[in-house]
């Protein structure tokens, strides 16, 4: 297939990939990644005051771009190059969407704004210790309370940036209800009585994850009770997209990385991008690389039209862009030879970047099947 961007979207490219290059170079990334918090709020607020890219995605009626989901692709592959320690995806690609996909138009009039502006971070939790990526392994429970309210009680396990949010969505079900019956999602303040927010130490330094408890934790309804099953789905799909474009795009960065390194290093009086072997890896990272990009480019199309085929196409992305991604950074480590897993050299940053990827909101296995479930639906 041949995928062309506009001119439009191509400066945009461009636009932002100057700003991260200026912005957040390995030596800031490896600053920021030490930090506990894993992100710095006042380049936080300069970044959106600058381009405004919490909105992207967002209509103008909540204060957003009005863009879609092929921009909002752009912006997390010019990320995923860069590797910027921000809570972009934890706040933008699932929370914000999240509350688009389910909140009531009220509840979207009050809480898009601020999250649009940059004034409030937010994050998703949905994934439990017992590993599991989608609504049927959700084992919180919501029980009704007085005013309308309701007592969160449970765990939620590998929240993005879970720690350090202004606001916290939290799926949770009914007590009793089965698979993805009785699904709601709530709204909790990072200040909530009984809500305990504990960092994880991760493979992957530079996106921070946390463990939340929730004992007895008010929460407020977001959306219609027992309706968020059908939400979330499409918030996970739509996720799932994104995380590709993102993903393509540090495989991409480690691409060049390699090919310039093998330009570089001499061997025998040539350059060892001379050799054959060389040249037979350099192709394959290059189809594996392109390949992934057809099928996140392909996807984010399908979600900004909201297509029929999205729920074949996202998964199928999602394991198309980790295995290209993943196998990319070993490749490069290689190519770097001995110091390519050094801490000195700034390759394993990528290269835990991606592993951390491929698990996140699912492995390629489990992606493939959904995809062959969808399929033949």
Request: include cysteine.
């Amino acid at each position: 297939m041949q995928f062309g961007f506009t001119s439009e979207q191509q400066e945009f490219r461009a636009v932002l990939r100057r700003y991260f290059d200026q912005t957040s170079p390995p030596a800031v990334v490896r600053k920021v990644m030490e930090t506990e918090a894993g992100w710095d709020r006042a380049a936080w607020r300069t970044l959106n005051d600058q381009l405004g890219l919490c909105g992207v995605h967002v209509p103008e009626a909540y204060g957003g771009q009005g863009f879609g989901f092929v921009e909002l692709g752009i912006v997390l592959e010019e990320m995923g190059r860069a590797l910027l320690p921000a809570p972009y995806f934890a706040s933008t690609v699932l929370a914000t969407t999240a509350i688009l996909n389910g909140a009531s138009e009220a509840q979207k009039e009050a809480l898009l704004p601020p999250l649009v502006a940059g004034e409030t971070v937010a994050t998703l939790a949905f994934a439990e210790p017992n590993g599991h990526w989608d609504a049927a392994g959700v084992e919180t429970t919501a029980t009704p309370a007085d005013g309308g309210a309701f007592r969160l009680g449970g765990v939620k396990s590998f929240v993005l940036d879970g720690h350090t949010a202004d606001l916290i969505l939290v799926l949770a079900r009914r007590p009793g209800s089965p698979a993805e019956e009785g699904l709601s999602l709530f709204a909790v303040r990072p200040d909530a009585a009984g809500l305990t927010r504990r960092p994880l130490k991760a493979l992957d330094p530079t996106r921070k994850i946390a463990k939340l408890t929730f004992d007895d934790v008010r929460a407020e309804l977001i959306g219609e009770e027992g309706a968020a099953a059908a939400p979330f789905a499409k918030t996970m799909r739509q996720a799932a997209v994104m995380l590709a474009n993102e993903m393509v795009g540090g495989a991409e960065k480690l691409r060049e990385s390699a090919l310039d390194f093998a330009n570089l290093r001499m061997q025998f009086g040539r350059p060892i991008s001379s050799f054959q072997s060389m040249k037979h890896k350099q192709a394959d990272m290059l189809l594996d690389v392109e390949l992934a990009k057809s099928a996140a480019y392909y996807a984010a199309q399908a979600a900004a039209d909201d297509d029929t085929d999205l729920p074949m196409l996202a998964p199928f992305a999602k394991a198309a862009a980790s295995e290209a991604y993943l196998q990319t950074a070993i490749h490069t480590i290689q190519i770097h030879g001995g110091i390519g897993f050094t801490w000195d050299n700034d390759t394993h940053l990528w290269f835990k970047r991606a592993k951390s990827s491929e698990v996140f909101l699912g492995d390629p296995a489990w992606h493939r099947e959904r995809m062959m479930r969808a399929w033949a639906a």
